[in-house]
């Protein structure tokens, strides 16, 4: 009787971690739109969750609040959106996490870029 042989491969799994470490501080300008970028990779795809800091009771939740390619998009920002929100991903691996600080100025404070 032949024998089977079954063989797992697991070189292409990875745990969550960033490829990229971008800046910890996003400046948002008051009714406009701020993003919040994650850029965590990881096999199996790593499920990416936003929120605020624990010392912080305000949610995320709502319809001004989005999350789209991992990156949370915040529609007209607001004075008390400002503070320190965190980014998680995880997958079956593992764990990993960035904490992100918005800092929301008047749209008079935008500096133009040309």
Not at 68 to 77: D, E, G, S, V
């Amino acid at each position: 009787m032949p024998k089977l042989l079954i063989i797992i491969s697991t070189f292409n799994l990875a745990p969550p971690r960033f490829r990229s470490i971008s800046s910890s501080t996003t400046i948002g300008y008051i009714g406009l739109e701020t993003k919040l970028a994650c850029d965590i990779v990881g096999y199996p795809q790593p499920k990416v969750t936003w929120r605020r800091s624990r010392f912080h009771p305000s949610s995320i939740s709502g319809s001004r609040f989005t999350v789209r390619r991992n990156t949370l998009i915040i529609q007209k920002t607001r004075k008390f959106d400002a503070g320190s929100y965190m980014c998680q991903g995880s997958n079956g691996l593992g764990t990993t996490l960035d904490m992100k600080t918005l800092k929301v100025e008047d749209v008079g404070k935008c500096k133009l870029l040309l």
